[in-house]
């Protein structure tokens, strides 16, 4: 604490050692005054008790200063009356010989004679003075003593700052925010010469720092809390684990550190009906796809290893080419299931067109179909002349496509089976000639070779194993007599042995084992005499000749089916069940030359006897 003198004192201790007293000797002897008058010069008395030579008149007062007593005013003022110049007095404002309490100290000069101020404190001087002093902390003359004011304090960044007062004494708190670490005093003190301590600073949450992983890198701007790390790979490389880490208050990363393998894309499947080919799996392959020839790709034929480990795109397809539909040609028409590779078009005119050029075309694997598009040009096709037949004729005046040919049999001969055909688009006839069977009128059973028959008894003429309605076909006349014939039952293996041929009412040698000489009254035609004049018998195969023969829908020329019945309503008409086909009239078993009841199943119908032939 500093220590404050009144300043008369201080120069008149000063000058009591600078220029003694005057009733010591002095140069010019010592036993008078120093001469009035100061000197000019400096110099020795010349005279004794002259004047000092170079005394000088420091204070201004007149007199020498070996003469002075106060240097700091006029020795010869003393308005307090205390027989001290006042310029020498301890005390100014009173006597300074007066010590009442006995302490060393003038009673004026001393602090026990005034009451401090509040905050001051009274104080002896090394000097045996004493004066009021304020406290520590507060600051003054010792009059007035005001609190030391340490000046406003600054907030740290991230962080808060409490304090109410910024005078001696008061107290600041310092707080950091969330993520945030003090450094340095969490509270200060204002002291006598200002704050306590240095300012603090808040700094973030140090999680350290993180090492990068094989084969690739890390971004970490801090390590401080909420820093995130950043983990990258190196080209051709594949993330594995977590990609970004970050600090948390508990000073630790959170997750794990991740790693860097090699980026390996899988190999590729080939697509079907093709091939793929890769130069590498890694980061930066390329599969390229190819088809086999006749197909085409659907899709991208590139793919791209990516950085993620997965191929660019998706794989494409393989499709096979396609060449198009095709035109029909006019006059004509063209069938293709299919217009992929591979695939076959056929081409048909219709009836009187001849087609020109190629009949098929295939899909080519270029997608174009092979050869050139044919042409149906105008063409009467004739069948040239029909089949002959054997004991018989036929009758074809017209033999261009649709026309018919008539056969007939000759006197004595009987036909059996269809006696039509008809000149077909294609050139040919269909319809196969008829047979001619000679009447075995020697017999007198009215029969003709080849025709067929049925037992109307069991075991004709002992033919053992032969029941009613088993058929037969007559094969020879008489042997013997004039009534028996030979016939040739079906699926029957006793009888004759031997072969007769085709003779014709005379003897013959015993025939195969599947023949019996019969009486005639044992057996009957199996034909439909009542239509068609017998030509056909129940079983005969038969061809239409005209498309919807009778109205049969969906019947085709050329279509074949089994007769099964005589005539319905007129002698002209004969039931038929056509091959395959569900529409028409039901079936009425083997009706005989009659009116017959439906039943199933629906795959019959009535049939003219010029819209049908003998299938071939």
């Given amino acids: 604490m500093r220590r404050f003198l009144p300043l008369a004192i201080a120069l008149s201790l000063s000058f009591s050692l600078a220029c003694g007293d005057d009733s010591s000797p002095t140069e010019d002897g010592g036993t008078g005054t120093d001469a009035l008058t100061p000197d000019t010069g400096m110099g020795e008395d010349t005279g004794g008790g002259g004047e000092d030579s170079g005394c000088p008149d420091t204070d201004g007062d007149g007199v020498c200063d070996d003469e002075d007593q106060c240097m700091n005013g006029d020795d010869t003022v003393d308005a307090d009356g205390d027989g001290t110049a006042d310029a020498c007095d301890q005390c100014p404002d009173g006597d300074d010989g007066e010590d009442a309490d006995a302490d060393g100290i003038p009673d004026a000069c001393d602090c026990d004679a005034a009451t401090c101020v509040e905050n001051a404190t009274c104080e002896e001087t090394a000097m045996a003075l004493s004066a009021c002093v304020c ?191 095709l035109p029909a040609p006019a006059n004509g028409a063209v069938d293709a299931m299919f217009t992929t590779f591979g695939s076959i078009a056929s081409y048909f005119c219709n009836d009187g067109y001849e087609l020109v050029g190629p009949g098929t075309r295939s899909c080519g694997e270029d997608g174009l179909w092979t050869g050139t598009e044919p042409t149906c040009e105008l063409d009467i096709v004739d069948c040239g002349a029909p089949p002959s037949l054997r004991d018989g004729s036929v009758s074809a005046p017209d033999t261009t496509v649709g026309q018919m040919a008539v056969y007939s049999c000759n006197r004595g001969f009987r036909m059996l089976g269809g006696h039509r055909a008809v000149c077909t688009s294609a050139g040919t006839w269909l319809g196969r000639p008829p047979s001619c069977g000679q009447l075995l009128s020697c017999v007198g059973c009215g029969m003709a070779q080849g025709e067929p028959i049925r037992a109307i008894v069991d075991s004709p003429s002992g033919a053992t194993g032969v029941l009613t309605g088993r058929r037969g076909n007559v094969r020879a006349g008489r042997t013997a007599g004039t009534l028996p014939q030979l016939l040739e039952w079906e699926s029957w293996t006793g009888g004759h042995s031997g072969f007769c041929s085709s003779a014709t009412c005379g003897s013959c040698s015993d025939s195969g084992s599947a023949r019996w000489w019969t009486a005639c009254n044992q057996f009957e035609t199996n034909r439909f005499t009542c239509t068609c004049n017998g030509a056909f018998a129940p079983g005969d195969r038969v061809v239409a000749l005209v498309n919807s023969p009778t109205g049969a829908r969906g019947i085709s020329q050329g279509h074949q089916g089994t007769v099964v019945g005589g005539h319905s309503s007129g002698p002209t008409n004969i039931l038929v069940s056509w091959d395959g086909w569900t529409d028409g009239h039901e079936n009425c078993s083997f009706a005989d030359c009659g009116q017959c009841d439906a039943l199933a199943p629906d795959t019959h119908w009535w049939v003219g006897c010029a819209d049908i032939g003998r299938a071939p």
Avoid: K
């Fill in 135 to 325: 406290d520590e902390g507060f600051v003054g003359d010792g009059t007035t003593c005001e609190a030391f004011d340490c000046g406003a304090l600054t907030a740290p960044t991230d962080g808060m700052l409490t304090v109410d007062t910024t005078t001696f004494g008061s107290m600041a708190s310092y707080t950091c925010d969330a993520g945030f670490t003090l450094v340095g005093p969490a509270m200060r003190t204002c002291l006598a010469d200002g704050w306590s301590d240095a300012d603090p600073i808040c700094t973030s949450v140090d999680c350290g720092s993180l090492d990068a992983p094989a084969n690739g890198s890390i971004e970490l701007p801090s390590t401080g809390f909420s820093a995130v790390a950043t983990y990258t790979c190196d080209e051709g490389h594949l993330l594995a684990g977590d990609t970004t880490r970050t600090c948390q208050m508990s000073g630790m990363w959170d997750g794990a550190e991740p790693t860097c393998t090699l980026v390996d894309c899988g190999a590729l499947a080939a697509p079907v009906e093709g091939m793929v080919d890769t130069d590498r799996d890694t980061l930066g392959g390329t599969a390229t796809y190819t088809c086999n020839p006749g197909y085409m790709a659907m899709g991208p034929t590139s793919r791209t290893c990516r950085p993620d480990g997965t191929w660019s795109a998706r794989a494409p397809t393989c499709a096979p080419v396609d060449c198009g539909a």
